[in-house]
């Protein structure tokens, strides 16, 4: 467990990785590039160029480079958005399945 100051229950871990993010929506579903900042036990952070609505569906998948190490394929859901510049949105999501 981390300390009091992180007030958080795992350990966040430094990715920046380009990923790509399948926004599942009753209208339709659209794939959006993203660059995955963080990942824990339960969740991730992404930067994309464009807003999606908190509570919106995603399913992330991350590409692994080594052989030795398994693709990341996950069912999530966002949690926040924040606009951090023009076109540039951090995204957090909570993973709810992975795959």
Wanted: proline share 2%.
């Amino acid at each position: 467990m981390l300390g009091y100051d992180d007030k958080r229950n795992f350990f966040r871990m430094m990715v920046n990785s380009g990923c790509e993010l399948t926004v599942v929506d009753e209208q339709s579903s659209r794939t959006v590039s993203a660059v995955c900042h963080d990942i824990s036990a339960t969740g991730m952070s992404f930067e994309v160029d464009e807003p999606i609505e908190v509570g919106t569906r995603v399913q992330v998948s991350i590409e692994s480079t080594s052989s030795q190490i398994p693709s990341l394929n996950a069912d999530s859901k966002v949690v926040r958005c924040s606009e951090q510049g023009e076109s540039n949105y951090m995204v957090g999501v909570e993973i709810t399945e992975m795959k």
